[in-house]
C-alpha cells in the first residue's frame, strides 16, 4: 500500500470512525421536564454483600454435605394420582375432576441433591397488619414509612421493574368477627431480594435479635412433627416480632418519635427448598447466618 | 513401576504390620464392591502414599477384604470480608454514583429537628460524599449561596459536638501474614484454611497429609474421624463434622483395598497440639499453598475436596 493511500485511509477512518459523534439533538423530557437519557440507567449492586459473600465461601458447600442423600439407584416412578371421576366418561370429560384425596404436592419428594440446587434464600417478606388502620387508611402510613426505612425499597427503585416496593395488603375475606371489608386496605408487606436482603438479616441478627427480652430463638416443632405436611413442605421459615422490637433496628433508633405507633411484624425467610423436608433445609441455612432456633 | 510398588509395600509391611492389625476392620463392606458407587472424588494413583498398607487377609471368596481409613479436612472458614478485586471497585463505585444521582432526594425533616446540630454535621458529611463522588463542588450561584450559608454553621457544630471519635481500623493483614508463621489461625484471614500435619506414614516417613487413622470395630465413619482427628491433633480445640456423609473418597493404589474417606470438619476455637512423636508439625494453609507440600497423587485424589477461595 502506497503512503498517499494509507493517508486517504486514516482520513476516512478519522471522519466516519475516528471521531465521537456528538449529541446534538437535545434529549427529550419526560412529563415534568427532566431529560431522558437515551440509554436505560439501571442501578445494580452498589456494595460488596458480607452474608452473600458469607452464603457462597462458607455456608453453600456444608448445606450441600448436609442435605446431601445418597442414591445410587434410580426413584421409582411417583404414583399417579387417582382421579375422583373416570376422566373417559363422556359426562365427566370436561368436568372439574380433582384428584382423590385432595391435593399431594406436599407428598413430593424432593429434587436429587446436586451442587446445583443447595438450598439458597430467595427473598425476605416483611408484613403487619394494623387493625387501626380499619378505622381510619391513614394509620397505614407510620407503617409505611418504617417499611420504607427499613427496607430502602421503593416502587421501580433505581429502574429496576421488578421492584415493587412497599405494598398495601387489602383484607382477602371477609372478617369473621366482621370488623373488615373485602378489599379494605388493612396491611404493609415489603420484598427484599439481593444485597438488600442480606443486609437486613445482618441488621436482624446483629442488632435486634439480641436485645430481644427473654428471647431463646425462632420457635420450632419437636421432631416427632410429620415432614409431609404442608408447612413442613415449603421452603420457608417465619417468625413474629413483638411491637417493641422496632426500635431496635439501628433505622428507627435515630428517630423513634416519627413513628406514632409501633407494630410487631411478620418476618418471612422464603428459600428455594422443596418438597418434602423442605423446612429443615431451610432452617439449617437460617441457622447459618446466627439466627438462633429453639424447641417450643 | 510395579516391582518397585511390591518392594516398597514388602519393606512398609515388615514396619507396620503389628501396628495396623488394630486398624483393620474386619466386617465386609459391600457398597464398596457394587458397580453403582458413585461419590464424589475417586482418584486411582499408583505410587507411594502416606497411607498404612493393605491387609493380606483374604475373605471367603478369594478376593482381599477392604480396608477403610477417615481422613478429616479440618477447615477455618474466613474470618474478614474479601476484598473486592479492581474491577468489582470501579462496578460499585459506578453503581454508587448512579444511585447518588438518581436517589429520591433525602426527607431532612423526617429525621431530623430542622436546624439541630446532628443536621449540619449529616449535612457536612453529605457534602463531603458527594464530592467523593463527582469532583469538586459546583460553582454555580445557588450552591455557592448555600454553602456560604451552610459552611458556618457546619463549623460550629463540629466545634460544639467536640470533633469526630477516632476511628482506628485494624489492619487487614495479619501480622502473621508478614512473618509467614503459617500456625496462626488469624492468618489469610479473607480465605479458608485447611490443616495440614506432618506426620508419619506407615513406612515412618514424615509427609504432609491431612489428619488420618483407622476404624474401631463396629464403629461408623463419621465418629471415627472425630476419634481419629482429637487422636492426631490433640483435644484442645473445639471442632464439629459438618455432615455425617464423606465429602469424597481416596483410594491410593488400585490394586489394593484401601479407601479413605474424606469428612470435612470445622475449627471453632482453639489450636491444634501434636504430640511430637506420631505427628511432629502443623500448618494453617490455603488450597494453594497445599499443593506444593504434598505428593502429586495424593494431591490429584484431594484437590476438588478443598475450597478453591
Known amino acids: 500500500m502506497s503512503a498517499a493511500a494509507a493517508t486517504a485511509t486514516r482520513a476516512v477512518a478519522q471522519t466516519t470512525r475516528g471521531r465521537i459523534k456528538l449529541i446534538k439533538k437535545p434529549l427529550r423530557r419526560d412529563r415534568y421536564g427532566l431529560p431522558i437519557p437515551h440509554v436505560d440507567i439501571i442501578v445494580r449492586d452498589t456494595h460488596l454483600s458480607r452474608l452473600q459473600d458469607h452464603y457462597h465461601n462458607t455456608l453453600r458447600d456444608d448445606l450441600m454435605y448436609m442435605t446431601y442423600k445418597h442414591e445410587p439407584a434410580s426413584r421409582k416412578p411417583q404414583k399417579q394420582a387417582k382421579l375422583r371421576f373416570d376422566p373417559e366418561d363422556p359426562y365427566t370429560k370436561h368436568r372439574f375432576n380433582p384428584p382423590k384425596g385432595g391435593n399431594t404436592w406436599f407428598k413430593q419428594l424432593p429434587p436429587p441433591t446436586t451442587s446445583e440446587n443447595v438450598v439458597q434464600l430467595e427473598r425476605i417478606q416483611l408484613h403487619t397488619m394494623l387493625e387501626s388502620a380499619v378505622a381510619s387508611r391513614a394509620n397505614l402510613l407510620t407503617a409505611i414509612m418504617a417499611f420504607r426505612t427499613l427496607s430502602g425499597e421503593s416502587r421501580e427503585a433505581g429502574g429496576r421493574h421488578t421492584a415493587e416496593g412497599v405494598q398495601i395488603v387489602t383484607a382477602r375475606t371477609l372478617g369473621g368477627k366482621g370488623w373488615a371489608r373485602r378489599g379494605q386496605p388493612i396491611g404493609v408487606k415489603v420484598d427484599l431480594k439481593g444485597p438488600k436482603m442480606y443486609d437486613f438479616l445482618g441488621t436482624l441478627v446483629d442488632f435486634v435479635l439480641p436485645k430481644l427480652r427473654d428471647y431463646n430463638g425462632l420457635p420450632m416443632e419437636g421432631p416427632s412433627r410429620p415432614l409431609d405436611s404442608p408447612s413442613a413442605a415449603t421452603g420457608v421459615v417465619s417468625f413474629g416480632l413483638p411491637p417493641y422490637a422496632l426500635q431496635f433496628f439501628p433505622q428507627i433508633e435515630v428517630n423513634p418519635d416519627m413513628y406514632p405507633e409501633h407494630f410487631g411484624m411478620h418476618i418471612h425467610f422464603i428459600t428455594n427448598a422443596t418438597g418434602v423436608g423442605a423446612q429443615n433445609k431451610a432452617r439449617a441455612l437460617i441457622s447459618g447466618f446466627q439466627v438462633p432456633f429453639s424447641r417450643a | ?309
Request: net charge neutral; hydrophobic share 35%; glycine share 6%.
Open chain 2, 1 to 309: 513401576m510395579g516391582q518397585q510398588l511390591f518392594d516398597l509395600y514388602s519393606v512398609v509391611l515388615m514396619f507396620s504390620r503389628s501396628a495396623l492389625s488394630s486398624c483393620r476392620v474386619s466386617r465386609k463392606v459391600q457398597c464398596l464392591s457394587s458397580p453403582t458407587r458413585s461419590l464424589a472424588s475417586v482418584a486411582s494413583t499408583s505410587s507411594a502414599i502416606p497411607s498404612p498398607p493393605p491387609p493380606r487377609q483374604k475373605s471367603a471368596s478369594g478376593t482381599l477384604k477392604p480396608v477403610l481409613n477417615t481422613a478429616v479436612i479440618l477447615t477455618r472458614s474466613p474470618i474478614i470480608t474479601r476484598t473486592p478485586t479492581p474491577f468489582e471497585r470501579t462496578y460499585f463505585g459506578y453503581h454508587a454514583r448512579i444511585q447518588r444521582a438518581l436517589h429520591n432526594p433525602f426527607p431532612y425533616d423526617f429525621y431530623f429537628k430542622p436546624g439541630s446540630l446532628l443536621e449540619g454535621r449529616f449535612r457536612e458529611k453529605e457534602r463531603e460524599r458527594e464530592r467523593e463522588a463527582f469532583g469538586g463542588p459546583r460553582k454555580t450561584s445557588t450552591t455557592a449561596e448555600e454553602g456560604a450559608e451552610d459552611a458556618p454553621a457546619a463549623a460550629k457544630d463540629v466545634e460544639v459536638l467536640g470533633g469526630e471519635e477516632e476511628v482506628t481500623t485494624v489492619p487487614r493483614e495479619h501480622e502473621s501474614d508478614r512473618n509467614g508463621d503459617v500456625k496462626d489461625l488469624n492468618r489469610q484471614g479473607e480465605r479458608n484454611l485447611h490443616l495440614l500435619i506432618l506426620g508419619k506414614n506407615a513406612s515412618g516417613k514424615h509427609v504432609w497429609r491431612f489428619p488420618q487413622g483407622g476404624l474401631e470395630q463396629d464403629e461408623l465413619l463419621h465418629e471415627a474421624a472425630q476419634r481419629d482427628l482429637h487422636a492426631e491433633c490433640g483435644a484442645k480445640m473445639d471442632t464439629w463434622i459438618v455432615s455425617r456423609n464423606p465429602i469424597g473418597v481416596h483410594q491410593p493404589s488400585p490394586e489394593e483395598q484401601l479407601y479413605v474417606f474424606f469428612y470435612k470438619a470445622r475449627i471453632l476455637s482453639g489450636q491444634v497440639h501434636p504430640d511430637g512423636n506420631n505427628v511432629t508439625d502443623f500448618a494453617w494453609l490455603t488450597k494453594q499453598e497445599i499443593e506444593p507440600r504434598v505428593e502429586r497423587p495424593y494431591w490429584l485424589g484431594i484437590k476438588d475436596m478443598l475450597a478453591d477461595f
